[in-house]
C-alpha cells in the first residue's frame, strides 16, 4: 500500500520569508499523481499545487512551488513571500492508479508577523 | 453552484445509534469521496464512487459503514452502531476526473459519539 509522510509536524517561518514543507511517499506504481492541499483552521480543505508523476518539470502557482523527486520519491512545497494568510495545516496526498488518495499526517504552519 | 456540500455539519449521537450523513458534490462531478479525519491526522480514504458505482471501499470501511449514490449525485454515508472510536469528521470530495482529477472538498461533518 502506498504511504505518505510528512515528518515536520509544525513548522513557522517569518512573514515575507521562504519555507519548504517536506513529503516522502512509499508507491511502486510509475504513473501518479501528487498534490499539496491547505487546510486552515475550521475551514475546508483546498488544493494549493499539484504534479503528474510523468512531468519532469516542477509545478508552480504564483508563490508555492515543488521540488519533485521522483526517484528519491520526494515532494516538497516551497512557499515564497510568505503571508498571514498562509497559516494553515498543509497535506501532502497521492492518488494511486485506482484512484484512491493517500494522505499524510500534515504540517501545521505558522506565520510569525 | 456554491462547492460540496454535506449535512449536517454536527451530529452527537448515543453510542449504538445509527447515523446518515450527506453530501452533495459539485453538480457536474461524477467522482465522489468519503473520508475519516481524526484529530491531527491526515483524512483517511473509506469509499470512492463514479457516478453511481461503488468503485473502491477501504478496509476501514467495516460492515457497519455503508455508503451510497443512487442517481450519481448525492451521496450518502450510513454508520450502523455508532461507537465511541466513530468520532470524528467525516469529509466528502468530489472531483470531474480523470483529466484534472484535483479533488474539491465540502466542510466536513463532525461526528460525536457519547
Known amino acids: 500500500a502506498q504511504t505518505v509522510t510528512q515528518s515536520q509536524p509544525e513548522m513557522s517561518v517569518q512573514e515575507a520569508e521562504t519555507v519548504t514543507l517536506s513529503c516522502t511517499y512509499d508507491?511502486?506504481?510509475?504513473?501518479?499523481?501528487l498534490f499539496w492541499y491547505k487546510q486552515p483552521p475550521s475551514r475546508q480543505m483546498i488544493l494549493v499545487i499539484r504534479q503528474e508523476a510523468y512531468k519532469q518539470q516542477n509545478a508552480t502557482e504564483n508563490r508555492f512551488s515543488v521540488n519533485f523527486q521522483k526517484a528519491a520519491k520526494s515532494f516538497s512545497l516551497k512557499i515564497s513571500d510568505s503571508q498571514l494568510g498562509d497559516a494553515a495545516m498543509y497535506f501532502c496526498?497521492?492518488?494511486?492508479?485506482?484512484?484512491?488518495?493517500?494522505f499524510g499526517t500534515g504540517t501545521s504552519l505558522t506565520v510569525i508577523p | 453552484d456554491t462547492g460540496v456540500s454535506q449535512d449536517p455539519r454536527h451530529k452527537i449521537t448515543k453510542r449504538g445509534q445509527n447515523v446518515t450523513f450527506r453530501c452533495d458534490p459539485i453538480?457536474?462531478?461524477?467522482?465522489l469521496y468519503w473520508y475519516r479525519q481524526t484529530l491531527g491526522q491526515g483524512p483517511e480514504f473509506l469509499t470512492y464512487f463514479q457516478n453511481e458505482a461503488q468503485l473502491e471501499k477501504s478496509r476501514l470501511l467495516s460492515d457497519r459503514f455503508s455508503a451510497e449514490r443512487p442517481k450519481g449525485s448525492f451521496s450518502t454515508l450510513e454508520i450502523q452502531r455508532t461507537e465511541q472510536g466513530d468520532s470524528a469528521m467525516y469529509l466528502c470530495?468530489?472531483?470531474?476526473?480523470?483529466?484534472?482529477?484535483?479533488?474539491?472538498f465540502g466542510p466536513g461533518t463532525r461526528l460525536t459519539v457519547l
Open positions: 453538480s457536474e462531478h461524477n467522482r
Open positions: 496526498a497521492y492518488r494511486s492508479a485506482s484512484n484512491q488518495f493517500y
Open positions: 470530495a468530489s472531483s470531474h476526473g480523470p483529466v484534472r482529477n484535483e479533488q474539491f
Open positions: 508507491t511502486s506504481e510509475s504513473d501518479y499523481y
